[in-house]
């Protein structure tokens, strides 16, 4: 089943074309990984399908749900009515860079608040299921302890406890380890692998080429605003076909030789 279609995505910020005819299709339980230089639109895109901005032109489905469309009688692109595009939000779910955990909740708190709030959830449901995250995420014993009060590495697997609160049918990664330490990046990748194997639709903008090798069904590889190459990690990182994938790749694996 597809679970995302975006389709010729184009968005400008004033005269900067940022994503410039993107298409990107995720089927159910399918990893795709997203990867490029920085600056190339990965995190615009992201937060594009996730309606934190509004595109320019294009189409895009979520589990079936238009969100936005082109109206041949209007002939322009025009978004969905506000109840769909809510329900459309509470299919998505998404983890950013930094976390963006609420300082002056508990870690607790953190991840029942949307439950209860936006879907109504009885607090006491909504804590137990938040324990049961806690412990998948190797957290049980910081269920009352606050944000500052924790790693970088566990404010992320709070984080991603957050997100899957609210049950996601699609679970969106920026960068989930980059601002992180290596020793601190394994866990957060040994959860994102796990959810993997529970076969969670997500998609995951990444520069752990090795992790996305490994665990992405799909790869996509950005440059400037489009998808310049895509397709399984062996054809993407072992027969490359564009050259602008190879240096990227090339100037990758350089870099991490030292
Ligand atoms: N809100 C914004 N206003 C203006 N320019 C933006 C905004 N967000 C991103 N950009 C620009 O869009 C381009 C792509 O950015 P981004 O999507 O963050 O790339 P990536 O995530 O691949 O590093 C960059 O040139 C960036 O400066
Ligand atoms: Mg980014």
Redesign the pocket.
């Known amino acids: 089943m597809r679970m995302l279609s975006a389709r010729n995505i184009c968005k400008r910020?004033?005269d900067?074309e940022?994503l410039r005819d993107i298409s990107l299709e995720v089927d159910q339980g399918q990893v795709v990984a997203v990867i490029?230089?920085?600056?190339?639109?990965?995190?615009?895109?992201l937060?594009c399908i996730n309606q934190f901005?509004t595109i320019d032109s294009g189409e895009i489905t979520v589990c079936g749900k238009k969100m936005v469309s082109f109206d041949e009688r209007l002939q322009r692109t025009v978004y969905a009515d506000k109840d769909t595009l809510r329900k459309i939000r509470l299919d998505l779910g998404m983890v950013f860079q930094n976390y963006n955990l609420f300082p002056h909740f508990s870690v607790l708190r953190n991840i029942t608040e949307a439950p209860v709030s936006v879907l109504g959830k009885p607090r006491r449901e909504a804590e137990a299921e938040a324990k049961v995250l806690l412990s998948k995420m190797g957290l049980s014993d910081k269920a009352e302890q606050y944000p500052y009060q924790l790693s970088g590495g566990q404010q992320q697997r709070v984080s991603i406890a957050r997100a899957m609160a609210l049950s996601p049918k699609i679970l969106f990664f920026?960068?989930p380890t980059s601002a992180l330490d290596p020793e601190l990046t394994g866990a957060i990748l040994r959860v994102i692998r796990a959810l993997a194997q529970e076969h969670m639709t997500m998609v995951i903008?990444t520069h752990e080429m090795a992790f996305a090798r490994d665990v992405a069904d799909h790869i996509v590889f950005?440059d400037e605003?489009v998808v310049v190459e895509s397709g399984t990690p062996e054809e993407v990182f072992f027969r490359p076909k564009e050259e602008r994938t190879q240096r990227f790749l090339q100037r990758y694996f350089e870099d991490r030789a030292g």
């Open positions: 910020f004033g900067a940022v490029g230089p920085s600056g190339s639109g990965k995190s615009t895109l937060r901005e920026d960068e903008v950005m605003g």
